[in-house]
C-alpha cells in the first residue's frame, strides 16, 4: 500500500461530526461544530519513528503480539486491489477469544500523525459489539486498575467511531464518542490520525482523515497524563468476548478477521 501524509486526492464532503461526553461539565472538551473535510495536510518538517508495510514477510518491527484465545496473526499477500504484503488478524466466534494484535512501545509525549491503511473484508457481520480496530492504550491507573484506551477506532454496526478517555480524579473515567461515518467493506482505508497529546496544562487534540478527506476531530483532554505516552496497537480486539467479563453473546459464526498495513508514524 501506499503512504498516506500529503498524497491522497482532494475529496468533496461535509461530514456531520457529532460528539457524545459522560458528564456535561466535559462538554467544552469534546464538542465541535459540524466541519467539512479537506485533504490530508502534509507534516511539515517530520521525522518517522516507526514505520512497517510488511514486506519483511514478518511482525518483527513490532514491541509485541498478542493472541487470546485461538486467533492468529500472519503476514499475507494484501486482498481486494492491496499491494505488496499485510498483516492479516483473525479472532474465531467460539467463546474463548476475543483479541489478535501487535503493539509497538511508547513514542514519547508531543504531535504525531498515526498513518496507516486497514481493510474489513465484504462478508464481515454486522454487529453490536464493539470491534477496536486501531488503539492507543494507557497503563494501569493508581488504584492498580485496568482502563479503557484513551484513543480508540472501532467499528459498531456499520459505523466507524473514535473513542476518547481521560480522567476527572485518580479512578474515574470520563468518554467522547465521534462519529467517524459508514463503514465501507471491503474496501482498503487510508486513515491519519494527528495526535497531540494533553498534558496535566495543556489541552489535546485529534484530527482524522479517513480517504484523505477529514471525517472528525476532538479538542481537549485525550489520556491519563501518566509517565509514558499512551503506546499504539492495531488488529482486532472485542472486549465483549473476553470470557472473563461473562457477557453472553451467540458463538459458532464465522471468524472476524481484518487486515492492516502501510503504519508510518511521523512526529512533528
Same mark, same amino acid.
Given at each position: 500500500m501506499s503512504r498516506l501524509p500529503g498524497r491522497l486526492a482532494a475529496a468533496v464532503l461535509t461530514a456531520a461530526l457529532a460528539v457524545t461526553a459522560a458528564p456535561a461539565h466535559a462538554a467544552a472538551h469534546a464538542a465541535a461544530p459540524a466541519v467539512v473535510s479537506a485533504p490530508v495536510p502534509a507534516v511539515v518538517s517530520g521525522t518517522d519513528v516507526f514505520t512497517d508495510g510488511f514486506e519483511s514477510g514478518t511482525l518483527s518491527a513490532w514491541t509485541r503480539q498478542r493472541v487470546d484465545g485461538n486467533g492468529s496473526i500472519t503476514v499475507a499477500p494484501a486482498p481486494a486491489g492491496g499491494s505488496g504484503q499485510a498483516a492479516r488478524f483473525t479472532v474465531p466466534n467460539d467463546g474463548a477469544s476475543y483479541r489478535s494484535e501487535v503493539a509497538v512501545n511508547s513514542l514519547g509525549w508531543g504531535s504525531y500523525?498515526?498513518?496507516?491503511?486497514?481493510?474489513?473484508?465484504?462478508? @464481515?457481520?454486522?454487529?453490536?459489539?464493539?470491534?477496536?480496530?486501531? &488503539?492507543?492504550?494507557?497503563?494501569?491507573?493508581?488504584?492498580?486498575? #485496568?482502563?479503557? %484506551?484513551?484513543?480508540?477506532? +472501532? *467499528?459498531?454496526?456499520?459505523? @466507524?467511531?473514535?473513542?476518547?478517555?481521560?480522567? +476527572? #480524579?485518580?479512578?474515574? *473515567? &470520563?468518554?467522547?464518542?465521534?462519529?467517524?461515518?459508514?463503514? &465501507?467493506?471491503?474496501? @482498503?482505508?487510508?486513515?491519519?490520525?494527528?495526535?497531540? @497529546?494533553?498534558?496535566? +496544562? +495543556?489541552?489535546?487534540?485529534?484530527?482524522?482523515?479517513?480517504?484523505?478527506? &477529514?471525517?472528525?476531530?476532538?479538542?481537549?483532554?485525550? =489520556?491519563?497524563?501518566? =509517565?509514558?505516552? %499512551?503506546?499504539?496497537?492495531?488488529?482486532?480486539?472485542?472486549? =465483549?468476548? =473476553?470470557?472473563?467479563?461473562?457477557? %453472553?453473546?451467540?458463538?459458532?459464526? %464465522?471468524?472476524? *478477521?481484518?487486515?492492516?498495513?502501510?503504519?508510518?508514524?511521523?512526529?512533528?
Amino acid at each position: 500500500m501506499s503512504r498516506l501524509p500529503g498524497r491522497l486526492a482532494a475529496a468533496v464532503l461535509t461530514a456531520a461530526l457529532a460528539v457524545t461526553a459522560a458528564p456535561a461539565h466535559a462538554a467544552a472538551h469534546a464538542a465541535a461544530p459540524a466541519v467539512v473535510s479537506a485533504p490530508v495536510p502534509a507534516v511539515v518538517s517530520g521525522t518517522d519513528v516507526f514505520t512497517d508495510g510488511f514486506e519483511s514477510g514478518t511482525l518483527s518491527a513490532w514491541t509485541r503480539q498478542r493472541v487470546d484465545g485461538n486467533g492468529s496473526i500472519t503476514v499475507a499477500p494484501a486482498p481486494a486491489g492491496g499491494s505488496g504484503q499485510a498483516a492479516r488478524f483473525t479472532v474465531p466466534n467460539d467463546g474463548a477469544s476475543y483479541r489478535s494484535e501487535v503493539a509497538v512501545n511508547s513514542l514519547g509525549w508531543g504531535s504525531y500523525r498515526f498513518a496507516l491503511a486497514d481493510y474489513l473484508p465484504a462478508d @464481515w457481520v454486522r454487529t453490536p459489539t464493539e470491534t477496536i480496530l486501531a &488503539q492507543w492504550h494507557g497503563y494501569p491507573l493508581a488504584d492498580g486498575s #485496568d482502563t479503557k %484506551p484513551p484513543i480508540a477506532l +472501532t *467499528v459498531k454496526d456499520g459505523s @466507524w467511531r473514535l473513542k476518547v478517555h481521560w480522567l +476527572t #480524579d485518580p479512578s474515574t *473515567v &470520563q468518554e467522547a464518542v465521534v462519529p467517524l461515518g459508514d463503514v &465501507q467493506f471491503g474496501h @482498503w482505508n487510508q486513515w491519519a490520525f494527528d495526535i497531540t @497529546w494533553s498534558t496535566d +496544562t +495543556t489541552p489535546g487534540a485529534v484530527t482524522v482523515y479517513r480517504d484523505g478527506v &477529514q471525517v472528525g476531530a476532538y479538542s481537549g483532554l485525550n =489520556n491519563y497524563h501518566q =509517565n509514558q505516552s %499512551p503506546y499504539f496497537k492495531t488488529g482486532i480486539y472485542r472486549a =465483549n468476548w =473476553n470470557p472473563a467479563k461473562n457477557i %453472553p453473546y451467540p458463538t459458532g459464526g %464465522p471468524d472476524v *478477521v481484518a487486515w492492516s498495513d502501510s503504519v508510518v508514524v511521523t512526529r512533528y
